[in-house]
């Protein structure tokens, strides 16, 4: 990648995840920030990642934020926690210097487990999210270095963003792992009061979630806060919101067919989507500096 020149005109914010899920982040950041761009990448076609080792989540991660990088972004959001659990730390730490150290590439789970402290008042907290995320251990440890006074259970639901990949969002099938995952987290801790939906394919799953969730009970999808938590960072960082460019725009990218992308993605976005198919295997050796 040393070698590649990497575009220096300003461009849009790239957002990236394995599939559909990243569109609830996606959403949340243009209600909340209209005025940048948004190149979205979905790896559908190798979704989802959740049960894949920390190896192929890595490189398949690095492959997208090279794409994302080389069409012109100089800052990526990983709208999907177990991409930000298993390759964030080693993009930002061992790739971004060699790449470019003025690009920046963010996850969601430091500002999901910020957000919570606020939220429990029982100060036990559930995470459902993919065995990936899970295994990792990072929302205990995020959320425990800002909130030691926190009690943190995980469940992982190994169904549900296959279920949300291909569509299944109110069946009977679906239904039953809803069901059944939300009864074995209530079981482990009697105590939760808050659930943080730790993978962004799950607020599409949101009506049955709700019915499965006992009253009282808090549910936390993550797009509200990465999008105040990035409208922070821009204020933050005045040189990088320079480097995104302002019309309003959003661009959509796949890895699967597009017209299966756009049918899948303009139900949930509620407009009408046209995205285009790319490969992203041909990126493999550019990451290979
Ligand atoms: N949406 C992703 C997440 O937030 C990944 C789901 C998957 O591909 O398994 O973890």
Redesign the pocket.
Known sequence: MASVKLPSAPGPIGVF???Y??LTILKELRNTLPEYDYLYLGDNAR?????RSFEIIYQYTREAVSYLFLHGCHLIIL??????AKALRNIQQKDLPLLDSSRRVLG?IRPTAECVGNISKTRHIGIL??T??INSNSYNLEINKLYPDIHVEGHACPMW??LV?NFELENEGTNYFVRKDINILMSKDKNIDTIIL????YPLLLPLIRKHTPQGVNIVPQGQYIASSLKNYLLRHPEMAEKCTKNGSCNYLTTENSLIFDRSACRFMEHSVLSQHIELTEYNTICDY
């Open positions: 995840d394995s599939g899920g990243g979704a989802p990642y959740g049960t709208a999907c926690n177990t991409a930000s969601v999210a993919t990936g995320t963003a296959t990949e730790g993978c962004t394919h």
